[in-house]
């Protein structure tokens, strides 16, 4: 056929109606986008795996404290609390009268605060207190904010000062660092003289305090805490392939 008989001879349609060129055209185009969708998703999955990140996390709950929190102002001798000078809620000095104590001879004790605050707990009169026991505990209220999180022996081993931890409050979310681990379990004594019913353990756990790097504000302390603390971050390709698939 001559070129001039092949320019003349009619177009086939496909059954739809279509010239079979434009069918074959949109073909293409559709097969090319499907092409590109492809790549696009390929190349996405490559940037991903080379410049994302994947974290590896500790979750832990707490409370919220000012400087190093709640600490128990404790008798030298046992008997029991006459009278109770201070009332929860009330603001002390370093040398406040907190309590009197009397020993098992009658002699009376003045038991004093340490350090500048706001009693939050205090003993009632009659109450019974061994040498060394805790008569008020006292919130040095103002310093810089930090959590104190509860973490399982099982966890806290992959903990280590300077981790990031997002801290989240019942007001938003504050990052901070971890400042020191525990070394050892709390015991629940200790947890209750400090915090009483605010931090329950349920179990052997250890203390982890961490920075946020804002100044506590009032009504903070003692307020929960929920954390993420990580404790490594890797590419996706290195999780993979071991160095990153580096030679």
């Known amino acids: 056929?001559?070129?001039?008989?092949?320019?003349?001879?009619?177009v086939t349609e496909s059954p739809g109606g279509?010239?079979?060129?434009?069918l074959v055209s949109a073909i293409r185009i559709r097969a090319w986008l499907a092409v590109l969708a492809l790549g696009l998703?390929?190349?996405?999955?490559?940037?991903?795996?080379?410049?994302?990140q994947v974290r590896t996390?500790?979750?832990?709950?707490?409370?919220l404290v000012?400087?190093?929190?709640?600490?128990?102002?404790?008798?030298?001798?046992?008997?029991?609390?006459?009278?109770a000078l201070v009332r929860a809620g009330?603001?002390?000095?370093?040398?406040?009268p907190l309590a009197v104590v009397v020993d098992g001879k009658g002699a009376r004790h003045t038991v004093r605060s340490a350090?500048?605050?706001a009693v939050t707990r205090i003993a009632a009169p009659g109450t019974p207190v061994g040498a060394g026991g805790a008569v008020a505990v006292v919130d040095p209220v103002r310093g810089p904010l930090r959590a104190l999180l509860l973490v399982g022996p099982d966890r806290a081993g992959a903990l280590a000062a300077g981790q990031a931890v997002r801290v989240g409050l019942p007001g938003g979310v504050l990052d901070g660092t971890v400042r020191a681990v525990a070394p050892y379990p709390a015991t629940a004594d200790e947890l209750w003289q400090r915090f009483g019913d605010?931090?329950?353990?349920?179990?052997?756990?250890?203390l982890v305090t961490v920075d946020l790097g804002v100044p506590a504000w009032p009504g903070a302390a003692l307020a929960p805490a929920q954390a993420e603390i990580t404790v490594a971050v890797v590419r996706p390709v290195d999780a993979v392939l071991p160095g990153g698939g580096r030679a």
Request: hydrophobic share 45%; charged share 20%.
């Open 41 to 52: 998703v390929a190349a996405s999955g490559a940037a991903w795996a080379w410049f994302g």
């Open 1 to 10: 056929m001559t070129r001039a008989a092949a320019e003349k001879a009619p």
């Open 18 to 22: 279509e010239r079979i060129d434009q």
């Open 115 to 117: 350090a500048a605050g």
């Open 198 to 206: 605010s931090l329950v353990a349920g179990g052997a756990r250890r």
């Open 57 to 63: 996390v500790v979750e832990a709950t707490g409370v």
């Open 66 to 83: 000012a400087g190093d929190g709640p600490r128990p102002v404790v008798t030298t001798g046992g008997g029991s609390v006459a009278e």
């Open 90 to 96: 009330d603001p002390v000095g370093p040398g406040t």
